[in-house]
């Protein structure tokens, strides 16, 4: 399996991703207690850190609105996945809880303010890229009516394809994320079943990615029993086999 952010360097220079392939999981259905203390400190820290701001003013959240404008996403009801957790927990709503798995990461996508998004790699077909919506796109999205993203909502999943020229996340099959990391497709949800999944750690040059991938390894390998390999793709090398 390949990674591929070629379509996506010249107007975005900056774009760096990790993949992570996480193997050998065993997921809690149940967030773990240890893990449960570890994100409400979390959560108090970016209280404490961002507490004071407009959110456009916190820096890992002000490069994906740049980025979102870059590809024409002007409505503030789409908003990067990592924006829409900061503004949660500062409106001291926790970080849902769904499983293991994604609770580790949700927590990591906080701390070091990164978009992260998971699919079961069973369900995927080929190879992945970060490119522009085309016509025949098919994505289900996951959370229909609601905001929350991970977990779903109460209007369902329905098809929901991008418009032509969306910053879109896909495989061979079809679109795993639209707007770049606003919203996942529902058929490849990370769920405790899953044996193998695949992670992305995406920044626009904001931030420590390296730091935030060791992070989330280590809270895979804790919390979940992974066994974890990583990809880094940029515009100097924009397409990449995957370690395993």
Not at 29 to 54: K, V
Not at 58 to 63: N, R, T, W
Not at 132 to 137: F, I, K, M, V
Not at 199 to 208: A, R
Request: hydrophobic share 45%; aromatic share 8%; glycine share 8%.
């Amino acid at each position: 399996m390949q990674i591929d952010i070629s379509e996506l360097v010249p107007a975005f220079p900056d774009f760096r991703v990790a993949v992570v392939v996480a193997s050998d999981l065993a997921i809690p259905a149940e967030r773990p207690a240890a893990l449960d203390g570890l994100i409400a400190e979390r959560e108090a820290a970016a209280r404490a850190r961002w507490g004071g701001l407009e959110l456009a003013d916190i820096p890992g959240v002000k490069v994906w609105r740049l980025a979102y404008k870059g590809f024409g996403i002007k409505r503030t009801s789409y908003r990067s996945s990592v924006e829409r957790i900061v503004k949660n927990v500062l409106a001291e709503r926790p970080i849902p809880r769904i499983n293991g798995f994604v609770d580790s990461y949700n927590a990591v996508s906080l701390a070091h303010c990164f978009p992260l998004g998971a699919d079961d790699l069973d369900r995927l077909t080929g190879d992945i890229a970060f490119r522009y919506a085309r016509e025949g796109d098919s994505f289900v999205d996951m959370a229909a009516g609601g905001e929350e993203g991970e977990g779903g909502a109460p209007g369902g999943p329905v098809e929901d394809p991008p418009k032509p020229g969306e910053v879109v996340f896909a495989d061979d099959a079809h679109v795993l994320c639209r707007r770049w990391n606003w919203r996942q497709d529902a058929r490849s949800l990370v769920s405790p079943e899953t044996r193998r999944a695949l992670l992305t750690v995406q920044s626009c040059g904001v931030g420590d990615l390296e730091a935030a991938v060791a992070d989330v390894c280590d809270l895979f390998a804790r919390f979940c029993g992974a066994r974890t390999a990583v990809t880094f793709a940029d515009r100097d090398r924009p397409r990449l086999a995957l370690a395993t």
